[in-house]
Nanobody, 124 residues
Framework: QVQVGESGGGLVQPGGSLRLSCAIS????????MDWYRQAPGKQREWIGGITGGGERNYAESVGGRFATSRDNAKNTVYLQMNSLKPEDTAVYYCKAFVILEQLGSPAGEYEYWGQGTQVTVSS
């Protein structure tokens, strides 16, 4: 089984920073790309950025220049550094991992796994 878990959310003042973590655990062959999403109250879940298995990063315009994602392959963990936070960044933040499962020591298909989300609230 594969588990994905986010952490690091909380309450922060406007202009502040937070770093979210997303750890993948369980039995698998390898973690490929990982994406970050957020969902504000009353709004649809939106993609905000991601990092490929090779380390290429992409961001939505709404967070470009303020948010940065990185990964530690040894720990199967991805991070989202959020700077210059605004009240409109308030949302539940989720990560989605593309995981290659293993069967008899060989790769056995790529599957998507979501974390449970972590709340980020930006307010004075």
């Amino acid at each position: 089984q594969v588990q994905v878990g986010e952490s690091g959310g909380g309450l922060v003042q406007p202009g502040g920073s937070l770093r979210l973590s997303c750890a993948i655990s369980g039995s698998f062959f390898r973690v490929n790309g990982m994406d970050w999403y957020r969902q504000a109250p009353g709004k649809q879940r939106e993609w905000i950025g991601g990092i490929t298995g090779g380390g290429e990063r992409n961001y939505a315009e709404s967070v470009g220049g303020r948010f940065a994602t990185s990964r530690d392959n040894a720990k199967n963990t991805v991070y989202l550094q959020m700077n210059s936070l605004k009240p409109e960044d308030t949302a539940v933040y989720y990560c989605k991992a593309f995981v290659i499962l293993e069967q008899l020591g060989s790769p056995a298909g790529e599957y998507e796994y979501w974390g449970q989300g972590t709340q980020v609230t930006v307010s004075s």
